[in-house]
Each structure stands twice: as structure tokens, then as C-alpha cells.
């Protein structure tokens, strides 16, 4: 009859497919193997939470055991997207607490989260072990209690960067006696203290405690006192480091640290006064993975640190490092893989830092595994780019926030067209591309027609004409996601390749010419795209040809979503009805 | 592909028509500003429409933009929080106080008051007069005295239209107006 496997060998062969690529690959082989899969699907990733609806993804993977979520798109980083606008964690919890019973592992970035939800994650799944909220808001600490206290098997509890409405330290208290089962806890966006003989003793009864990550509201002596009973962690964010220098003080916490002899990855250091980070020095040779960019330590200081950190793969830090800095880093730290300069002084009117692009050529020439750059210089080069792209074309990750807008090559005066295009061509596998500076149409001609590989790419401030998103557009084989602000292009390119735009998963666009007329038109010939007009005005109260101030068009198989504010407005692909917002409070 | 040869005559630009230079890159900067209003909170709206106006003749100052560089709040938020800490850590705001017709000045912690009503009352008591009662769009009515201040731009300014935590950073001095130069803040326009 046919060469058909049967389904046990399938699943046999499938359980060792981890990769979701992978499996949305075998997944449209036949339906067969759609159903295979399906019912073995453990890890579920939903890149955008408005693609799908909850209760189909429950339906299709019943073994789900983890499910990883995000919401808002990623200017809303930047405040670009107004608060409200969506990103509602509780339909999908909702759905799983009565489908997924099993989940185990929720993990969740630009969402909003509510007490709610995280009580309800507690009371509906017994074997829950991991929660990762990043970028997240809309709970407060009691929501974090519930689940500390209720979550029998907590391994992983992690808050990274999240915004909380914080009641008082009292949640840490709620984790029962009887807890030993935490390896990662990350509490360091929240204010409030926690009493720390509460901590103390959670530390003690957790031996499989690998990573810890403290506030700013633990101090010096706390940190002291948790290394100690922990000296087997693999990764530590310390809380603050401001206190009276006493000697005493010094050494006890330069004897904790000798004693993390597994310790890999250190951050936190808020208020690092200079005089403490000799302390540090012990651990300095096992590091890989180090972030100073809360850290207002300066040059001598900061080199003396890095100069010990042979084995760094990864380094956070601010600009306060300057030019002489990282060529100490190039010479010193030859694993280096991810380098991320941030502005000590993001308001720019102190920007007075000896920092350009001088550094990060250093560091592309000294550090050849270097493939992950995120840098923020007043001002660049083309000259600097080329150096950048031929000595490391392994580059994955290359984004440049030219602070200045529109800033061209300072020493010719030119753009950084053929800076970009050296890069867009040179490092043939880069990933993730954000470019700055004064750009013409013709920098995006370069990108567009090299960067075959580019998944996300990110704009600003640049072009000169609907020629740049033409050639974006119409090239980029790979790309997912596109999100620019402030460019001078309109509608035509846009409509033109409105088919491209249900193989992205998203693109965003504000402050650009883009009209209502063609929002209209764009979603009415394209059913599978959800076309939304963030604006604060409604479109009907202006010509069809004026601006909106922003666009978020992304593809979905759940139609216009019911959740929308106010000043989100959704057009109904029937043309006769027009603009609606469905707004359901 | 030739249609896109022509482009530039369709091409849309911020400047004026025959502007083809840079700086009018500076004007793109001020214009993609104002479509971001509504993502501003009140407080930095208020101070872009104040500071924009004071900078008509100078080009934007470029921590105006919303959202750029992008860096998030919440880092932002770290590092400016722990630098106003070390600066204000055990100094209070003192501000000196000048009223029409009284002949020496005093000096008031403005970090000792919660509000504009604990300020209003903490003025009367020094200065023994009153404020009358404060209408958004009129101002004081029923004194012959408007508390006002002079803020970062050097400009005198009604006291209770902004923001308390704003007025706090701005304000670099207080003065009670008296009499017929009070006139034109304290009774409408």
C-alpha cells in the first residue's frame, strides 16, 4: 500500500526533534504527521499573542508542557505604543487552566499581567514549575505571593525588567517551609525590602539553587550572608553595593565571592562604589557572562575588572567604559561574543563621553568570536562600518543606535549608505540588523537585495522616499520583522507588496506617511492580516489621504481581535461596514 | 520598475518645496514630534509644548523625541533615579519667596510639602494674606494677590497649573504678586 511509518515510530522519531521550526516543518507534510506532532508538541512558542486564538492552540497541542508568549510589538520598549493597547495575558491563561492542565512552564515578555492571572496560574496547574515574566505589568507583589505560596514545585521564578505594582516585601515570606525546590529566582525590579532572614532561609533549604538575582533594596552585608549559603550559585545579581566602606566589610564579601567558585554570570552591581570591586576579582576568571550597564564605575576602575575576565562571552556596559576601555577588552577578553555599549546619559544633554566608533572597531578587530553588537555612539563612520564588516562577518547581531539623528559619516559628510551595505553584505548570516544615521533610498537597496538572512530589522529617521520601503519590501528573503519609525514613505510601496506582509509576522510603523486610504485598502485585499491604526484621532474625522500616527499590521488566523482600545481602530474587511473598533471592556 | 524612476517629484518631504538641504532634517525631527503627543504623559507634554516655544529659534533639542534613543524606561529610570538620589539625598529644595511690598524675603523647603494646598497655606501663614481660590482657566479669583514662580526657562508662571512633582523640578523661585500687575494672571484673560 504505501511506505507509511507508523505513528509510535513517527513520535519515536519526532520526541528528538526539539526545534519548533523544525516541527511546523514536519508538520505540513500530511496530516498524518500534522496529527503526530501535534499530540507531541511539548514546548508551544506563540511569537505574537493576536496570530492565533488560545483556544486553538490549546486544542491542537494537548501535551503542551511550556508556553512561551509575547504581546505588545518591541517599540512599545520605547514608549512608542500608547499604554492600553493590549497584550492580555488572561485569555491564554484562562484557556490553558481549563485545557492544559499539565502546563508546567509559562514564559511571558510585553504582556500585561494581572494578580488574576497569576492566582489563577497558581490554583489551576499542580505541576508548575517555571515563570518567566519579562517586560511585563499590571501585578502587584500579592500576585506573587499566591504564587509562591501555592506552587509546590517552583523551580524558576524570574522578573526581569518588569513594572510591579510593589506592596511591600512580605511576598517573599510565602514561600512554605517545605519549599526546597528553587534553582533560578529573580526578584531585581522590585523596590521593596524584603526581610532578609526570610531570604536567608529560603536560600539554606534550596540546594538546587543555581541563580539568584537580588533588588536594589539588599544590601552589602544581605549579600553577604546569601553567598554564604549559597556558594554553589552559577549566576548572581547582587543588590546594592552602596554602603560605608569599612574594612572589615571589604573583606568578608571578598572571602564570599572566593568561595563561588562556579559563579559564571554577575549583574546588578547598582551604586558599585570603585572601592568595592576589587572584591570581585576572584570570580573575575570564571565569568562568561558580566553586566556593568547599572554600574557608574569609570575607566581605570572598569579596566582593571575586565583585564581579569579572559573567559567573558558576554559584557553589558555603559559608555562610560570610553574608546581606552574596550581596546582593553579586545586585548584582553578574546571569548568575547555579545558586546552592548548603553548611554550612560540617555537624555543626551550631558552627552560628553569619549566614546565612538573608534571602540567598537577595536573590539571587531581583537575579539574574533564576536557576533552580537548593540552600541550607542553620538556619531559613526562609513570607514568604521567597513573595518566592523570585513574583520567579522560572523556577525549575527548588529545594531547601531547612532544617537544624533540623521547624523552622516562625520569625517566625509556622506551617508552611511555604503557603511550598511558593507555590513548588509559582508556578514552573510546576520540575524537581527538595526541601522541609524543619515541614510538615503539607496543604503535600502543594499539591504534589501544582501541581508538574505535578516529576521528583524529596525529603522529609524532614514530614507529619503517610498523607494527605501520598496526595497525592503521587495528583498529581504528572511524577514519577520519590521518596525521603523519617522521615515518619509508612503502608501504605494506598502500596497504594492502587501503580499509580503503575511510571511512577516509583523510590521510597525509610526510617524510615517502612510494614509488612512491605504490602511483601508491594504485590509480589505488582505483577509489574514490584521491591519490596526493606533491613532488619537479617528480616522473618520480626517481626509483619507492624511497620516496616521501609527500602524501595526500583523498576520493572524483569529481575525481582528475584540480587546482593542480606543485609539486602536480595526477596519472590518467588509467594505461596507468600514472602520469599527471592537472594543469589549 | 521605471514608475519608481520619477519618484522624486512625488516625493512626500517635510521641508518647504525647493528645500533640499540638510538641516531641514532638523524640521523633520520637530514635525514627527508633534504625532507623538498622544503617547507623551501630561507632565512631558507639557514641557515639550513649553520648551518648543521657548526654542523657536534654536533647533529642537534632540532629548525631545519620544521613545529615542531607545533605551528602555525602565533603565533609564535606574540610572536617572540613583543620580537625583545622590543629589538631593539630605538637602532639601529651598527656594526663596518675594512678596510685593514686604521688605526682606524668606526661604521655604518646597520638599516639605506634599501638594500645592500645603504650599498655598504654608504662604498665607508666612506672608499673612490670601490666595483666593484657584480656577484652571482663570486662575485666582477673590485676592488682590497670585502666588506665581519663576521656572527653568526664566519665565514667571502661575502657581497650581502644572503638575506638583514637575513644578518641584522647575521651579527656582516664588513671588507674590500684588496689586495691579497681578491683574493680568489673576483675573483671566
Known sequence: MGLRLPSKVLEHILSFIDSNEDRNSVSLVCKSWFETERKTRKRVFVGNCYAVSPAA????????????????????????????????????????????????????????????????????????????????????????????????????????????????????????????????????????????????????????????????????????????????LTELGTGSFAAQLKPEAFSKLSEAFSNCKQLQSLSGLWDVLPEYLPALYSVCPGLTSLNLSYATVRMPDLVELLRRCSKLQKLWVMDLIEDKGLEAVASYCKELQELRVFPSAPDLDEANIPLTEQGLVFVSKGCRKLESVLYFCVQFTNA???????????????????????????????????????????????????????????????????????????????????????????????????EIRDCPFGDTALLEHAAKLETMRSLWMSSCFVSFGACKILSQKMPRLNVEVIDEHPPETRPESSPVERIYIYRTVAGPRMDTPEFVWTIHKNPEIGVSHLAIK | MDEFVNLKETELRLGLPGTDNVCEAKERVSCCNNNNKRVLSTDTEKEIESSSRKTETSPPRKAQIVGWPPVRSYRKNNIQSKKNESEHEGQGIY????????????????????????????????????????????????????PTYEDKDGDWMLIGDVPWEMFICTCKRLRIMKGSEAKGLGCGV
Request: hydrophobic residues 40%; glycine residues 6%; positive net charge.
Open chain 2, 95 to 146: 527656594v526663596k519667596v518675594s512678596m510685593d511690598g514686604a521688605p526682606y524675603l524668606r526661604k521655604i523647603d518646597l520638599s516639605c510639602y506634599k501638594g500645592y494646598s500645603e504650599l498655598l497655606k504654608a504662604l498665607e501663614v508666612m506672608f499673612k494674606f490670601s490666595v483666593g481660590e484657584y480656577f484652571e482657566r482663570d486662575g485666582y479669583k477673590g485676592s488682590d494677590f497670585v
Open chain 1, 57 to 232: 492552540v490549546a486544542k491542537r497541542f494537548p501535551e503542551m508542557r511550556s508556553l512561551t508568549l509575547k504581546g505588545k510589538p518591541h517599540f512599545a520598549d520605547y514608549n512608542l505604543v500608547p499604554d492600553g493597547w493590549g497584550g492580555y495575558a488572561w485569555p491564554w491563561i484562562e484557556a490553558m487552566a481549563a485545557k492544559c492542565p499539565s502546563l508546567e512552564e509559562i514564559r511571558l515578555k510585553r504582556m500585561v499581567v494581572t494578580d488574576e492571572c497569576l492566582e489563577k496560574i497558581a490554583a489551576s496547574f499542580k505541576d508548575f514549575e517555571v515563570l518567566v515574566l519579562t517586560s511585563c505589568e499590571g501585578f502587584s507583589t500579592d500576585g506573587i505571593a499566591a504564587i509562591a505560596a501555592t506552587c509546590r514545585n517552583l523551580r524558576v521564578l524570574e522578573l526581569r525588567e518588569c513594572i510591579v505594582e510593589d506592596l511591600g516585601g512580605d511576598w517573599l515570606s510565602y514561600f512554605p517551609e517545605t519549599s526546597t525546590s528553587l534553582v533560578s529566582l529573580d526578584f531585581s525590579c522590585l523596590d521593596s525590602e524584603v526581610k532578609i532572614s526570610d531570604l536567608e532561609r529560603l536560600v539554606s533549604r534550596s540546594p538546587n539553587l543555581k541563580s539568584l538575582k537580588l533588588n536594589p533594596a539588599v544590601t552589602l552585608d544581605g549579600l553577604v550572608s546569601l553567598l554564604r549559603r549559597a556558594p554553589q
Open chain 1, 384 to 482: 568604521a562600518l567597513l573595518t566592523i564588516a570585513r574583520k567579522r562577518p560572523n556577525l549575527k547581531c548588529f545594531r547601531l543606535c547612532v544617537i544624533e539623528p540623521f547624523a552622516p559619516d562625520y569625517k566625509t559628510n556622506e551617508p552611511l549608505d555604503k557603511g550598511f551595505k558593507a555590513i548588509a553584505e559582508g556578514c552573510k548570516d546576520l540575524r537581527r540588523l538595526s541601522v541609524s544615521g543619515l541614510l538615503s533610498d539607496k543604503a535600502f537597496k543594499y539591504i534589501g537585495k544582501h541581508a538574505k538572512k535578516v529576521r528583524m530589522l529596525s529603522i529609524a529617521f532614514a530614507g529619503d522616499s517610498d523607494l527605501m520601503l520598496h526595497h525592503l519590501l521587495s528583498g529581504c528573503e528572511s524577514l519577520k520583522k519590521l
